[in-house]
């Protein structure tokens, strides 16, 4: 299909629109550098693994955005990956039946009943449930709404996964700020609130164990747990907590080698299969568990900031342009999606990466369709 695509494109049967690669300025320019950084790379194979999975996301970014010119086109991708995505979950609804498994899952034939979907992985469909979960619990219907409630409190019950409850966690928090009115007092007093709980929550952890059966309560315990590690260094031990302390702070010392500018693609992840024996095994790559990190260690402090100042930008863009709006589909569309952009970040700590989840950059491509028509539409008073 990549190729089907770029093929259209090249015969000029799909035209490229002006105000899509604008659009795209800051995410081609990251593309170019991270191309660039295949001159440096620890294995330039491994880069050029990213360099494609990369170039797959974008093309995802970039079709979407050249598509939707107006609100139908914008309505219609909605309705295509609602039910694309609901399908997902209900095939993953099924699973946690312990029952039924899809015969081309990893997870066939063994004896659990923990949800995979489509994804292939339990963390990954996880992710991809976090990812689009603001558009399922901000949606206009209560039904969807209570559903979707449900669904997360099964999932979490079934997946046990600490991403997948920090991301709700981040997500319900985000979500109760935004409920309180623009400078309005019970606003700073719902700040106020949200911060002394959070701060007694750390301070009751780091005297108190969490006594739940399911890990994913366990989530700000193992929080507590990553920064006793990092600060002791005691990383001896071979749990899921300890080798992500030990990757990410490996991760941060390779970057400081470089005076912040990089390892180059697929840099880290290259250097933990050469340099390292956390998992035991014998490969020339292991993903680094925190994509966003990733990106800093490997494309360098400067490249990461000037992406992510974009990428924070455009979710707030699309939360501002909420407020703005009269038509209920657009606010809906770009509440959601601002809140899928943040919440995608303590999200993404589930999966090994979320380089090859495609919801990632179908998140990232509606995001910025919504805005562009949005911003149109109240240019023109509507």
Not at 107 to 132: E, K, M, Q, T
Not at 169 to 186: A, C, P, Q
Not at 223 to 245: H, P
Request: hydrophobic fraction near 55%; glycine fraction near 8%.
């Amino acid at each position: 299909m990549l190729a089907v695509y770029w093929m259209l494109v090249v015969v000029a049967f799909i035209s490229i629109r002006k105000q899509a690669v604008k659009a795209m300025t800051v995410p081609i320019l990251f593309f170019v550098f991270l191309c660039i950084s295949l001159l440096w790379t620890p294995n330039i194979k491994n880069g050029f693994y990213f360099v494609f999975y990369f170039f797959c996301g974008y093309t995802i970014i970039f079709a979407m955005v050249n598509y939707v010119t107006d609100m139908g086109k914008l309505n219609l991708i909605f309705k295509t990956l609602a039910i694309m995505f609901s399908l997902n979950f209900f095939i993953g609804l099924l699973e946690t039946t312990g029952y039924f498994r899809l015969p081309a899952s990893p997870y066939y034939g063994l004896d659990h009943a923990r949800p995979s979907g489509f994804n292939s992985n339990l963390n990954n469909f996880g992710f991809v449930f976090i990812a689009v979960f603001p558009f399922i619990f901000i949606h206009p219907r209560r039904s969807v709404k209570f559903l979707g409630a449900l669904l997360a409190l099964w999932f979490t019950i079934k997946l046990e996964s600490k991403g997948f409850f920090l991301g709700l966690v981040i997500f319900f928090g985000l979500f109760f700020l935004l409920r309180v009115k623009y400078k309005s007092t019970w606003r700073w007093v719902g700040l106020g609130l949200v911060g002394v709980i959070v701060l007694a929550m750390f301070l009751a952890l780091g005297t108190t164990k969490i006594n739940f059966n399911n890990r994913a309560f366990t989530a700000f315990d193992q929080i507590e747990r990553a920064v006793n590690l990092a600060k002791s260094y005691d990383i001896s031990a071979q749990d899921s907590t300890s080798i992500r302390t030990a990757m990410y702070l490996l991760g941060i010392q390779e970057l400081s080698k470089t005076y912040g500018t990089g390892l180059g693609a697929a840099g880290i992840g290259s250097k933990l299969a050469s340099e390292t024996d956390f998992f035991g095994e014998d490969k020339e790559m292991f993903s680094f568990h925190n994509f966003f990190l990733e990106m800093m260690v490997d494309m360098g402090v400067i490249p990461f900031f000037v992406v992510m100042v974009a990428y924070i930008k455009l979710a707030l863009a699309n939360l501002k342009a909420a407020k703005r709006i009269k038509d209920k589909n657009l606010f809906f569309y770009n509440k959601a999606s601002g809140l899928a952009l943040l919440t995608i970040i303590p999200a993404s700590i589930s999966p090994s990466s979320i380089i090859y989840v495609f919801t990632f950059w179908l998140v990232i491509g509606f995001a910025i369709a919504t805005y562009l028509v949005t911003r149109y539409q109240i240019r023109h008073g509507n």
